[in-house]
């Protein structure tokens, strides 16, 4: 008897329809929509009273959110992970953002669209994994080249690396996020190798190698928490592990080699108060550790950027950053301002309208010509005043 296998494939009709996101709320608006929970804890508020706080999460933002009434029963019943369908109002709050929660049920998990709920790199990850061999395969060291391209085709490390992010909540988190890191710090590597005169190879598998091992430290998102073997051993150890396990395959794979590709992976957190079992001794290893920290750290502010709820031009304090984020682009003059503009009003205006004003009043990049300027008693030259 010939056995038929039907496979039914959930189209996006299938799915409830997100109208409302995160990056879009305003103070008063009305919120109705589904969000998935990062973050949820009873707590106790100054009048003794048990209230929810949260934070909820969508592919453009999160958001806090408190619920005051029914914190016990919303407590048993919702936990992190979870998608629950908000019904409530956005608060400002200290000059933040806050969803006061009316309503807070669970939500159909087969009935989501999980693109809705998940963050993700600006480029595709097939892409980033093209341009990252790419790099790879233009190495001069024969046995780095074959080392970091055996890994990189490994199927399950290559599925893995193109979904997975590089942190819980700060450093590239977001779907693809480690392997936009990784692509980033190994560009960074190509050129910065060259400008101080390094050897490219080992910068490149360092930027490579570094974080790879988060893939087994932490797990698939949208919600990342750390795995028994991430709190175990960590992906400094792991990594060491990985080097060990693929070069060994490789004939005749110099040790001394493989030794420096180890100490660039155990030293790249760059000082022992940073986790950091080794600090760099070679030129290499400390570049592997410049690069990781200043692509995390730019990552971060543009980050808080994008999506912090604060009003007006600057952010809240951003703890990990110990400082407050200016949000705005900086003020940018493609053309010189004429000499009769009113200052004050340009300071107030936006750059780009502060471009268009001195459209209005062109000069002249070539010789500097001042535009001529009207006298008082040419513009009243024509105003009369009826005389009773």
Not at 224 to 232: A, D, R, S
Request: charged share 25%; proline share 3%; with cysteine.
């Amino acid at each position: 008897m010939t056995k038929i296998f039907i496979f039914i494939v959930e189209s996006p009709e299938h799915y409830v329809e997100k109208k409302q996101f995160i990056e879009n709320l305003k103070a008063k608006d009305e919120v109705q929509s589904i969000f998935l929970v990062k973050y949820i804890a009873q707590m106790e508020g100054k009048d003794g009273k048990s209230y929810i706080n949260s934070i909820l999460v969508d592919s453009t933002g999160e958001m806090e959110a408190r619920k005051w009434q029914g914190a016990e029963r919303i407590i048993q019943q919702i936990k992190t992970g979870d998608f629950v369908n908000i019904k409530g109002k956005m608060n400002l709050f200290q000059g933040r953002l806050q969803m006061i929660i009316e309503e807070m049920v669970l939500a159909d998990r087969e009935k989501i669209n999980i693109d809705d709920f998940s963050a993700k790199a600006k480029e595709a990850p097939e892409k980033m994994m093209d341009e990252l061999q790419s790099i790879v395969k233009n190495l001069d060291e024969v046995y780095i080249r074959e080392l970091l391209l055996a890994i990189l085709n490994d199927p399950e490390i290559s599925r893995r690396l193109k979904v997975w992010q590089a942190g819980k909540s700060i450093h590239h988190a977001y779907k693809s996020g480690l392997l936009e890191h990784i692509l980033s710090c190994t560009t960074l590597a190509v050129s910065l190798s060259a400008h101080y005169g390094v050897n490219t190879s080992y910068v490149v598998a360092g930027t490579i190698l570094h974080d790879m091992c988060k893939i087994y430290e932490l797990t698939e998102g949208p919600v990342v928490e750390y795995t028994e073997e991430g709190k175990l051993i960590g992906h400094l150890v792991k990594g060491l592990e990985l080097v060990d396990h693929f070069s060994n395959k490789i004939k005749n794979f110099p040790n001394n080699q493989k030794m420096h590709i180890k100490h660039i992976l155990l030293s790249h957190h760059g000082e022992y108060e940073y986790g950091s079992p080794k600090i760099p001794h070679t030129s290499e290893a400390y570049l592997v550790h410049l690069i990781d920290m200043m692509d995390s750290k730019m990552n971060a502010i543009q980050g808080v950027k994008e999506h912090d709820n604060n009003v007006g031009n600057w952010s809240g304090m951003v703890k990990h950053l110990d400082r407050t984020i200016y949000k705005k682009n900086l003020p940018s003059y493609k053309d010189f301002i004429a000499e009769d503009s009113d200052q004050s009003n340009i300071d107030k205006a936006s750059p780009e309208k502060s471009v268009s004003l001195n459209q209005k009043t062109p000069v002249s990049k070539t010789n500097h010509e001042k535009p001529l300027k009207q006298n008082l008693g040419s513009l009243l030259k024509d105003f009369k005043v009826d005389e009773e």
